[in-house]
């Protein structure tokens, strides 16, 4: 049985992308820092013996390293690693604080190197092992009042396609989605009137949900994609 490890799950994607490794019968660690209500919330609504709750702030690299020590102490070494957390913001960067930027940093990239460079320890030792990062067609093509959040998810692309050259030679493939609108709390703060137009501007007709990135990524974690990395696979409905 593989071990799974999905970062920032107590709600949202991550809680998606947990289920449905718990539904294939994975060992599962879900993931919050602040939420942690909505993380206890979501250990119980599983009630499953595969799953196991850690709370962390995983843009500390010394937090990191105590998840996944309390990771491998309940299931063994990580298999599986899902890079899912992330904070946003929306506003002119001239109007940003030095510590929103960083945070921003912090969070989306920071945490993707924490984590990674923890888990590909174990990984290398094993010849074997897979990290799909969760990230933003944003960090494709950039966004205006999202300069920050773009830069960090470009980072995260360009990481991907980075260290899936460095890995693949011990059999570790990393990939990462870029998604498009999704309709998590995340996107909450927009008006009726701006999802409506946001739909119309995508081809599909419909923003994405949870279930879908979750899709994607077990497809990705599985052997049946085991020739797929250093892939930045958009999951956008056409929109970019």
Same mark, same amino acid.
């Given at each position: 049985?593989?071990?799974?490890?999905?970062? /920032? @799950?107590?709600?949202?994607?991550?809680?998606?992308?947990?289920?449905?490794?718990?539904?294939?019968?994975?060992?599962?660690?879900?993931? &919050?820092?602040?939420?942690? %209500?909505?993380?206890?919330?979501?250990?119980? !609504?599983? =009630?499953? !013996?595969?799953?196991?709750?850690?709370?962390?702030?995983?843009?500390?690299? &010394? =937090? +990191?390293?105590?998840?996944?020590?309390?990771?491998?102490?309940?299931? /063994?070494?990580?298999? *599986?690693?899902?890079?899912? &957390? /992330?904070?946003?913001?929306?506003?002119?960067?001239?109007?940003?604080?030095?510590?929103?930027?960083?945070?921003?940093?912090?969070?989306?990239?920071?945490?993707?190197?924490? +984590?990674?460079?923890?888990?590909?320890?174990?990984?290398?030792?094993?010849?074997?092992?897979?990290?799909?990062?969760?990230?933003?067609?944003?960090?494709?093509?950039?966004?205006?009042? !999202?300069?920050?959040?773009?830069?960090?998810?470009?980072?995260?692309?360009?990481?991907?396609?980075?260290?899936?050259?460095?890995? %693949?030679?011990?059999?570790?493939?990393?990939?990462?989605?870029?998604? $498009?609108?999704?309709?998590?709390?995340?996107?909450?703060?927009?008006?009726?009137? !701006?999802?409506?137009?946001?739909?119309?501007?995508?081809?599909?007709?419909?923003? %994405?949900? /949870?279930?879908?990135?979750?899709?994607?990524?077990?497809?990705?974690?599985?052997?049946?994609? @085991?020739? *797929?990395? $250093?892939?930045?696979?958009?999951?956008?409905?056409?929109?970019?």
């Amino acid at each position: 049985m593989k071990n799974v490890l999905v970062t /920032g @799950s107590s709600r949202g994607i991550g809680k998606s992308i947990a289920k449905k490794f718990l539904e294939y019968n994975f060992n599962v660690c879900i993931n &919050a820092y602040k939420s942690v %209500a909505e993380l206890n919330s979501t250990l119980n !609504e599983f =009630q499953s !013996e595969n799953v196991y709750a850690i709370k962390a702030d995983v843009s500390d690299y &010394a =937090q +990191c390293l105590h998840m996944f020590e309390k990771a491998e102490k309940k299931f /063994g070494s990580v298999d *599986i690693l899902i890079n899912n &957390a /992330g904070v946003s913001h929306i506003g002119l960067f001239n109007e940003m604080q030095p510590n929103q930027w960083q945070r921003i940093m912090d969070i989306n990239f920071g945490s993707v190197l924490n +984590c990674s460079h923890i888990a590909i320890q174990s990984m290398i030792k094993k010849h074997s092992g897979v990290i799909i990062n969760v990230s933003s067609v944003w960090g494709v093509v950039g966004a205006s009042c !999202e300069s920050v959040y773009s830069a960090s998810k470009g980072a995260v692309n360009l990481f991907t396609k980075s260290l899936a050259k460095e890995l %693949a030679p011990s059999n570790i493939r990393v990939n990462a989605i870029a998604c $498009g609108m999704v309709d998590t709390k995340m996107n909450s703060n927009l008006t009726v009137q !701006e999802k409506f137009e946001l739909q119309n501007e995508i081809p599909i007709g419909y923003f %994405a949900n /949870g279930k879908d990135v979750a899709e994607l990524t077990y497809f990705l974690a599985s052997d049946v994609a @085991s020739y *797929i990395t $250093g892939q930045v696979i958009n999951l956008d409905g056409g929109w970019i």
